[in-house]
């Protein structure tokens, strides 16, 4: 009986050996083959991501690269040996930044603009500060009687922490690198929603000019037509990802562009670009890329004309 129970359980042992070395074979194999897919997929954006580097827009004397960052913002602008960044992302999406830079070879920041800080703008720039301290830091000062949230208090204190040379943004300031300018605007009036305190930035090359707007919306642009400063700009980057509360038409005839790039993610929560922006764009003959569309996008100046590369 005793001899019996015991091979019974020597067959039993077998079994579940076998099925245990089946299941982890079985898993194993498709762990493989997930793991190779992620690579290839990683290989393929890559590769694309490599191809903008030698383009003809991205060896331009000036070039603005549009850096998809999903629902988010993060631009790089190069001219020769300078560099500035405009907003840095989400966190979750701050590796597409780090991986962009590298791939541009930028190891130096001589400007950082943080236009607001959304999550979606200011996310990444605590890890980006431990990577390359910026020569400035220029942010927005909000109103005390907006409470700030706990990516702002942290990236503050990274900041400080770091010693990053940091200012607020002035209206109407130009910070000059080389051939290029760059002029920042800021609303001059108490405003309850954090957007609206976006700084808004004008670069300038030569004959060349690219606006960026944050995520200011339409009282911003009302105050700063009103104002009559020179806004006007051959690029604009839409306000607030196309959303409808920023680019009225009258704005956007103000500025009068002649191509526009919406910083959006694929199928976002919120629908931007808004078909309203889409079809004021339309109507007013403007060429409009799409970061959700066309993944990174760069657009290169001679000073003179403007040359394209996406990554799709
Ligand atoms: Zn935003």
Redesign the pocket.
């Known amino acids: 009986m005793n001899k019996n129970h015991g091979s019974k359980k020597g067959v039993l042992g077998i079994v579940i050996t076998i099925a245990v070395l089946v299941i982890s074979a079985i898993f194993t194999f498709g762990q493989k083959n997930l793991w190779k897919s992620a690579i290839n997929q990683t290989d393929t954006k890559t590769a694309a991501v490599s191809s903008l580097q030698s383009s003809e827009a991205a060896t331009q004397p000036l070039s603005v690269h549009y850096i998809d960052v999903d629902q ?2 993060s631009t790089l602008i190069c001219c020769g040996e300078y560099h500035i960044l405009i907003d840095c992302a989400k966190k979750a999406y701050e590796e597409n930044v780090f991986s962009y830079l590298d791939m541009m070879e930028v190891d130096s920041l001589d400007l950082v603009i943080a236009t607001h800080p ?1 999550a ?2 200011i996310g990444g720039f605590a890890d980006l500060v431990g990577k390359i301290k910026p020569a400035l830091y220029v942010l927005p000062q909000i109103s005390p009687n907006i409470k700030k949230t706990q990516t702002e208090l942290t990236l503050l204190n990274t900041l400080k922490t770091m010693k990053v040379k940091t200012e607020y943004a002035v209206n109407e300031k130009v910070y000059a690198f080389g051939d290029m300018r760059i002029t920042t605007y800021i609303t001059q009036s108490e405003q309850s929603d954090k957007n609206e305190y976006s700084v808004v930035a004008k670069l300038e090359y030569k004959n060349a000019s690219y606006l960026f707007m944050g ?1 200011a919306g339409k009282t911003v642009e009302n105050e700063f037509m009103k104002a009559q400063y020179p806004l006007q700009a051959d690029v604009l980057k839409a306000g ?2 196309g959303s409808s509360k920023s680019s009225s038409a009258k704005f956007v005839r103000f500025v009068a562009p002649r191509y526009c790039v919406f910083s959006c993610g694929l199928d976002n929560d919120y629908g931007h670009p808004h078909s309203e922006v889409l079809q004021i764009m339309k109507k007013q003959k403007v060429s409009c890329y799409r970061t959700d569309e066309r993944g990174s996008i760069i657009i290169g100046t001679d000073g003179a004309r403007y040359y394209f590369a996406t990554e799709r």
């Open positions: 988010g913002d959304d979606d703008h995520d607030h990802h």
